[in-house]
């Protein structure tokens, strides 16, 4: 029969081998950014992981990855998990078709225009939202950065 150390460290060894979350080896949220145009500026979708329940997303006009959204300055969404989000540039414009809405910066000030409707979950379709145009905001999970 195995001791006590023994089972531990194949308990430990096989949530290891799983692949499996483990809350004492964190090193806090990751990051990953992606840039687009609107008309002269660009603007950035910020993917936000913490832990193993939290997802957030801003459309910022601060290019850093590190600086994470602002309630201030970012339109901004979080949920244990959220819709795909499609997107599209109309001139000076970004539209958002998605379930999950972005709250608008508390300043009301953004550099462009954000378009958005949350559309129900009868409404939503990924192939309407092609057909309309609008390109998926794809993040990869091997993408994601720790940041200081």
Known sequence: ????????????????????Y???????????IRQ???????????????????EGLSISSDGDMCNGPSAL???FVDRLT????????EGD??????QSAFSPPQTGNFPVKVVQKEITR????????????YTELVFSDDSLKYCD
């Open 1 to 20: 029969m195995m001791d006590f150390k023994t089972l531990v460290l194949l308990a430990i060894l096989v949530l290891i081998q799983q692949g499996c």
């Open 36 to 54: 687009i145009s609107v008309g002269q500026n660009s603007v950035y979708f910020k993917r936000e992981i913490g832990g193993r329940n939290y």
């Open 82 to 89: 959220f819709a795909k989000v499609f997107y599209k540039v």
């Open 93 to 98: 414009e970004v539209h958002i078709y998605s």
């Open 122 to 133: 009868a409404e939503y379709s990924e192939e309407r939202a092609k057909e309309l145009g």
């Open 73 to 75: 300055t970012d339109f």
């Open 22 to 32: 483990l809350d004492f080896v964190d090193k806090g949220p990751r990051f990953d």
